[in-house]
């Protein structure tokens, strides 16, 4: 897991604010992310084969929902806004935000399928996981775009 977020970092602090960045790039950085997402959870944690076969195609379906949303907050957060106008950030703060509950709405939907699937102590594991993983990413993603000067 170390590994992931290292990686991760160094990517995403390459994108620097003022710097191009491509659709290849981020679908790069977001598909090791989820390679790296299933690895830490396949080693964390221990499935009935009832589960398994119910739990792998789930979190597959649900990572492939989210990575147009995760792809357009990737975008947005190396966003180079300094030659923005007001109107400008206005619509772009509104975006982050539609993506934000957008993100947060469909995890929404896919933990409550996951609960169906796995037993109560499972479920908790996972979402403890998948949790600690998502401040992790969040927290990066918050640290490089810089603070809105006024």
Sequence with gaps: MKNMFVFLMIVLASFSVNAQ????QIEDVITYANDEYKDVLLYNMTFSKKEKEAFWPLLNEYLK?????VKEQLK????DI?????????KMSLEVMEVTLNLENLKKDYLKKIMKELSAKNFMRFYQIDHFIEIARDYKLSSMMPLVRG
């Design 76 to 79: 947005m957060s190396v966003k």
């Design 21 to 24: 960045v491509s659709d290849k």
């Design 65 to 69: 929902k989210r990575e147009p949303l």
């Design 82 to 90: 300094s030659e923005l106008n007001d109107r400008q950030i206005k």
